[in-house]
């Protein structure tokens, strides 16, 4: 069901240092119906190591991904915050393409089309790759071809048989997913024009680093990346880097656009030789500050352990907001149950009335926060924090408080204090 790892991914060197054990976890997306809760559930080790030569972070073990995303619980579209970045990107790509319509974009991981139904409505013709078979069919439903497989070569190969070489290639938090991405990469170039587009976004580690953002690790996340090694990756399969965004979408995240070497397009040279400058400053590149991060984390552990604590020994009541990957990171590695906080709201249908996985925290639509008027809420998508503070209006007009995990603990009234 999985495998270990001990050469790096992008440059397979085997001097690897471990230096984040969040011990032994369930799937962060393996959600329970109840009625299957006291079936055996999976766990699997979730360490993270250091490659000491390139300067990746990646997981020690793979699990198989047709155990991760045969079926996937989390939809793009849910999030209005996400919609609005897709839909700003949709006008960035097409502004650097030159302006016209009917260019062909395809994203790669495409979940239910959320993105690719705002490039639709900038004039793009669209096609998604979504492995996910229930998101898959979402997408196809709003009139998305989408084609439902894992990102290969030969899917790659199917794509240009029949829809012809596409203008962009997009992949959101998806080549974080990937165990060979040097595969990944190299297919790229069997589908995208000679003056194409490639746009990748990842959760960059800089902010898991500043803003102690650890719940962002979980075994579908197998990759954490800096510009630096991202650029070694495309160089070595026949893409250039020429440009580097910064984002505050899932808690910080970069993107960068990738060509082909044989590209007409321009290489923005300042801007990505500023950033890998601020990754040297910031000691990126070295295993003490990741070491550091590690004695970060157990301090967030202890301190809303103790929080959840007092609430709940001084007769409060504590819920959750956002069913999310990363809360149950959060919740499983602090050892948080429904001893301290009785249910999670999440507003995606798919998720409604399951458990939480290792903790078996129900999951329960909006209605229940209004029917069972928790005094706290956690924010385990903290990432959306204005959103949710903003929606749950009722919750924070009777004097209502949030509990904000990451990147440090901290329990607000609004979003006036975040």
């Not at 006291?38 to 073990?61: A, G």
């Not at 974009?105 to 013709?125: M, P, Q, T, V, W």
Request: hydrophobic content about 40%; aromatic content about 8%; proline content about 4%.
């Amino acid at each position: 069901m999985f495998k270990q790892i001990s050469e790096c991914r992008i440059c397979g060197s085997k001097n690897l240092s471990i230096y984040l054990d969040l011990g032994s976890m369930p799937l962060a997306n393996a959600l329970l119906r109840p009625e299957t809760k006291e079936k055996p559930e999976h766990f699997f080790p979730l360490e993270t190591m250091f490659c000491n030569d390139c300067s990746l972070s990646q997981l020690s073990v793979v699990v198989d991904p047709n155990i991760l995303f045969s079926g996937y619980a989390y939809r793009s579209s849910i999030s209005k915050t996400f919609r609005q970045h897709c839909r700003d990107m949709g006008v960035e790509i097409k502004k650097r393409l030159g302006g016209k319509n009917g260019l062909l974009a395809l994203d790669i991981a495409s979940n239910d089309g959320c993105l690719l139904k705002e490039f639709r409505s900038e004039g793009f013709k669209v096609v998604g790759v979504e492995p996910a078979t229930n998101l898959a069919a979402i997408a196809r439903a709003d009139a998305i071809t989408t084609f439902d497989s894992f990102w290969s070569a030969k899917t790659a190969e199917n794509i240009v048989k029949e829809l012809g070489k596409v203008d962009v290639i997009t992949a959101t938090n998806v080549l974080a997913h990937v165990d060979d991405v040097n595969a990944f990469v190299s297919a790229l170039d069997i589908v995208l024009n000679e003056n194409g587009l490639v746009v990748i976004e990842v959760p960059t580690v800089a902010n898991i680093v500043e803003k102690n953002q650890f719940d962002t690790i979980y075994h579908e996340h197998l990759s954490y990346f800096l510009l630096k090694p991202l650029m070694t990756l495309f160089e070595r399969n026949g893409f250039n880097v020429i440009d580097i965004q910064q984002f505050e979408i899932h808690g910080g995240s970069m993107r960068i656009f990738a060509a082909k070497k044989s590209s007409s397009l321009k290489k923005n040279e300042i801007t990505i030789n500023q950033y890998i400058e601020m990754e040297e400053l910031k000691q990126l590149y070295s295993l003490q500050t990741y070491l550091k991060l590690a004695r970060n984390v157990e301090k967030i552990k202890k301190e809303l352990l103790s929080i959840l604590t007092e609430i709940n020994e001084g007769g409060k009541h504590v819920a959750a907001y956002g069913a999310s990957a990363k809360g149950n990171t959060l919740l499983n590695y602090c050892g948080i149950g429904t001893n301290l906080i009785s249910f999670i709201i999440d507003d995606t249908p798919e998720k409604q009335n399951c458990l939480a996985p290792g903790n078996h925290i129900p999951i329960l639509p909006y209605v229940h926060l209004e029917e069972k008027k928790p005094q706290y809420l956690v924010l385990l998508a903290w990432n959306f924090a204005r959103e949710l503070i903003s929606k749950t209006s009722v919750h924070r007009n009777r004097g209502g408080k949030y509990i904000i995990p990451i990147p440090e603990v901290k329990i607000v009234s609004s979003e006036n204090e975040l």
